[in-house]
């Protein structure tokens, strides 16, 4: 049974900075490339960065791009994303991701606010 479950957000001020995890289980994940998305009230949920299943590629979203950093361990079966100088507007729910076969597994999800 495919599980993802996300943990690390919370409040912080403005400029601060979380770390979220995302820890993987019921398959392969060292075999799959996984993503970090965020959905802000109201809004559609929009890709964040995603990393290939090796770790030696990265993409970013325009507006994250510098302040994010997402990062993989595949020996704990682990996807991370350091986020640093956050801005009200990362204020969202944050969702790790992986597609298999066409099909797109989601956590619950954690909820990051940034506000002071």
């Known amino acids: 049974q495919v599980q993802l479950v996300e943990s690390g957000g919370g409040l912080v001020q403005p400029g601060g900075s979380l770390r979220l995890s995302c820890a993987a289980s019921?398959?392969?994940?060292?075999?799959?490339?996984m993503r970090w998305y965020r959905q802000a009230p109201g809004k559609e949920r929009d890709l964040v960065a995603r990393?290939?299943?090796?770790?030696?590629?990265?993409v970013y979203a325009d507006s994250m791009k510098g302040r994010f950093t997402i990062s993989r361990d595949n020996a704990k079966n682990k996807v991370y994303l350091q986020m640093n100088s956050l801005k009200p507007e990362d204020t969202a729910v944050y969702y790790c991701?992986?597609?298999?076969?066409?099909?797109?597994?989601w956590g619950k999800g954690t909820l990051v606010t940034v506000s002071s």
């Open positions: 991701n992986f597609v298999r076969w066409g099909i797109n597994y």
């Open positions: 019921g398959f392969t994940f060292s075999s799959y490339t």
């Open positions: 990393i290939s299943s090796t770790g030696d590629s990265t």
